[in-house]
């Protein structure tokens, strides 16, 4: 099992409507959680940090589920420039703070 | 302007022909890290540094080298490169660590023949 698991997509989706995505994660001891955005073979850039009681950044939403552990990115009012891959990281272990884990990232197209 | 730079952007060369892949960053960031990233794998470390003179391996050390002699430069040196290494590259930092903002470089796409 891969320690990051995200379904690659494509999730393609109509401008205006609402996505979500989960992404899970092997060990109990990570501690650190974020969504990073990765446009066509350019660099990562952090969309969000992912903290225990859920966050909200204008249309995104993010949530962690421990027990579950899995954690959730929500897109409200999609834009055609929301199209990107979306990539799950967390840490390792729980005092980790040279590495992360980062999923294969999930596909999203907007469409018009 | 904040930025990670990172040259060259392609490089294509062939085995065994030692190459550097260049970063640097303007933040006076203390953390530095290079990673490797091919289709349907997620970002796979390479090296990370936390300071002048500390680096330590990630997770696909094999096959390269790393120094920091000055905070702001990581380069990432390939001594004798195999197909096996081309992959998109990339070099990111963060003020003290991974759990803080990455900001990455824009990329190298290395292929080698």
């Known amino acids: 099992r891969k320690e990051v698991e995200q379904d690659p997509g494509p999730f393609n989706v109509p401008e205006g409507a609402t996505v979500a995505f989960n992404c899970t994660y092997s060990?109990?001891?990570?501690?650190?959680f974020f969504w990073y955005r990765q446009d066509c073979r350019k660099e990562p850039k952090l969309l969000m940090s992912?903290?225990?009681?859920?966050n909200e950044d204008g249309r995104f939403t993010a949530q962690l589920n421990r027990a579950s552990q899995y954690i959730s990115l929500l897109i409200r009012d999609s834009k055609l420039s929301d199209s990107a891959t979306y990539l799950c990281?967390?840490?390792?272990?729980?005092?980790?703070?040279?590495?992360?884990?980062w999923g294969a990232g999930t596909k999203l197209i907007i469409k018009p | 302007e904040a930025q990670v730079t990172q040259n060259p952007r392609y490089l294509i060369t062939v085995t065994g022909k030692k190459l550097t892949v260049t970063c640097s960053q303007n933040m006076n960031h203390e953390y530095m890290s290079w990673y490797r990233q091919d289709p349907g794998l997620g970002l796979r470390q390479i090296y990370y540094s936390m300071n002048v003179e500390v680096t330590d391996k990630g997770d696909v050390p094999e096959g390269y080298k790393v120094s920091r002699k000055e905070k702001r430069n990581f380069p990432l040196i390939l001594e004798s490169p195999s197909p096996n290494q081309t992959s998109l590259y990339f070099c990111a930092s963060s003020l003290q660590g991974a759990r803080e903002k990455l900001f990455f470089g824009s990329g190298t796409q290395l292929s080698v023949l």
């Open positions: 060990n109990s001891a990570s501690q650190s």
């Open positions: 992912v903290y225990s009681s859920g």
């Open positions: 990281v967390v840490t390792p272990t729980w005092d980790s703070n040279y590495q992360l884990i």
